[in-house]
RNA sequence: GGAGAGGUGACCGAGUGGCUUAAGGUGCACGCCUGGAAAGCGUGUGUACGAGAGUACCGUGAGUUCGAAUCUCACCCUCUCCGCCA
């Protein structure tokens, strides 16, 4: 969310930032209709309930004092009753009011940032860098779905049955690379990184939603409980973004940094027909995040180090990737800045997402009312809020499969994961 | 699910209708003191909206009242005991 001030003196910036996205501005005219209307109310309202005060401080005096005091309190005390009843009848209005304002503001994204290349979809993204040797094969190199039947490790036909499209049964080595990964992961961003690991709840309230920005926008791409105010969570993000909702912090704690594993779930509504073979698009997969809680002059600088930080496991992992920076027109709505890190696949011979690194500025502290306290000042500041993932470990498992594969189909292990895999046991 | 206790500022904690403008403490900031620090002493310290005057905020929402942190109702959450349960 931005801050309501800061849209009504910069309109003109936030409707041209908001065309960047490709997003329609209507809702910026809108904006500054209604914002208009509330301070109105806002003003004549304020007056009377002024009005009623001094007058409640009046009556409180007259009451303790003589006989005829206390009979001069009683007109006063018929008029308050009329200003009480205006004041209620006007409260309604502006709850109406605001109420509009706060629709309004929500839906507005995040301002993209300067750096952040224009473009209207995944096409006009920049890539950054690239890292790594893409492996040359003897063989024609095969999906990783090709692989999965091959070997007998995934079986989309019984997740089917279990739950339906857009499922997977990991079975024998697909199951125990997941875990071993998960490990891995953890164990590097808590030993190497600095990260202290979290293991949050998998279903969140709508508060929670709506300070990461998932509500009350995008409600249709999460699975809601029935009948309780509960969602699956979508990424880790949103449960580990709100450890510290509704919370001031210390300058001396931050930067703070957590890394936690979690499945995640997600609707996929809008994406029917896309990536309908293999593990790249599923209703539920396991993905190992990183979140940090920084100052407004280093969110930057640790976006940077975020990004770093995944790209250490693609790098011990010796998969190819290459890095783009998002154009304003494949930004998230709460980002500032985007990059992605897109892996190798040569069963598919293309790059994929496998990581997306994000600084939101204060967009999600000023939803979530996150703040901080400056070393000696008095007055608290919102933090910066930023994650990334590191990495997703569905899409990870699948990477391994096609770069490590060899002509018979069995699956080569990754040297750094020998120490968390038991080969001998299925 | 049943019974009870509770939810107040960054934190702890007092407060049962109007001098509450939320006591007191901790923490934090500034000053005094000190060679420097600690301790001690003094002063100051919430958030949001608003140009400002001001208004709102004591778990959430409704209600009673001229006036609610305080009274009423509903709900949420935490703790203790009982029941059930991995």
Known sequence: MLELRFIRENIDLVKEKTARRGMETTLLDEFSRVD??????????????????????EIAVLKRGSQSDRDKAEPLIGEMRE??????ELDLQLDDIQEKLQRIVMAIPNLCNDDVPVGQDESE??????????????FKPKTHWELAEEQDIVDFETAAKLSGARFALLKGFASKLDRALTNFMLDLHTEKHGYTEVLPPFLVNSASMTATGQLPKFEEDLFRIKDWDLYLIPTAEVPVTNIHRDETLNESDLPIKYTAFTPCF???AGSHGRDTRGLIRQHQFN???????????????????????????????NLPYRVVTLCSGDLGFSATKTYDIEVWLPGQNCYREISS???????????????YRPQGQKKSRLVHTLNGSGLAVGRTLLAIMENYQQEDGTIRLPEVLKPYFKPRFH
């Not at 993204?125 to 003897?138: A, L, M, R, Y």
């Open 357 to 371: 690194c994000s600084n939101f500025l204060d967009f999600q502290a000023r939803r979530g009312r996150i703040r």
């Open 287 to 317: 993905k190992v995040e990183l979140v940090k809680f920084t100052t407004p002059e280093t969110s930057f600088d640790e976006l940077e180090n975020l990004l770093q930080d995944a790209e250490t496991v693609l790098q011990m992992l």
């Open 125 to 138: 993204n920049i890539e950054v860098k690239t890292w790594g040797e893409k492996p040359s094969f003897s």
């Open 36 to 57: 208009k209307q509330r301070l109105a109310l806002l003003a004549k309202v304020e007056g009377l309930k002024n009005k009623r005060n001094t007058a409640s401080a």
């Open 83 to 88: 200003t009480s009843q205006q004041i209620k």
């Open 266 to 268: 997600r609707s996929e």
